[in-house]
């Protein structure tokens, strides 16, 4: 089972900027497109971006302009880097290896991290 260990998220203002991280435990880490979540308090689990093995990539269109996504193979991690954070983008945040075709991706193992909480509030 791979196990997938986010970076702590955190408290920040509105306009500014969090990176988050997540490190993925597979030895074919490079072969999987990858995905972010997020869930905000009542709300549906939703994708914020995906980033595919060739680095190509997607997003939710309330995060677009403001969120990147990237990957290093090397380290078996992917990278969501916030800016501009508004309150809204309040969420616990999940990575996840995914297949399928943009928005419509599915979680490749059916399971989830921890997750990590990103709160932006003034």
């Known amino acids: 089972q791979v196990q997938l260990v986010e970076s702590r998220g955190g408290l920040v203002q509105p306009g500014g900027s969090l990176r988050l991280s997540c490190v993925v435990s597979?030895?074919?880490?490079?072969?999987?497109?990858m995905a972010w979540y997020r869930q905000a308090p009542g709300k549906q689990r939703e994708v914020v971006a995906t980033?595919?093995?060739?680095?190509?990539?997607n997003y939710a269109d309330s995060v677009k302009g403001r969120f990147t996504i990237t990957r290093d193979n090397a380290k078996n991690t992917v990278y969501l880097q916030m800016n501009s954070l508004k309150p809204e983008d309040t969420a616990v945040y999940y990575c996840?290896?995914?297949?399928?075709?943009?928005?419509?991706?599915?979680?490749?193992?059916?399971?989830w991290g921890q997750g990590t909480q990103v709160t932006v509030t003034s």
């Open positions: 980033i595919s093995s060739g680095s190509s990539t």
């Open positions: 996840n290896p995914v297949f399928g075709s943009w928005p419509k991706v599915t979680n490749v193992f059916g399971s």
């Open positions: 597979t030895s074919i880490f490079s072969f999987y497109a």
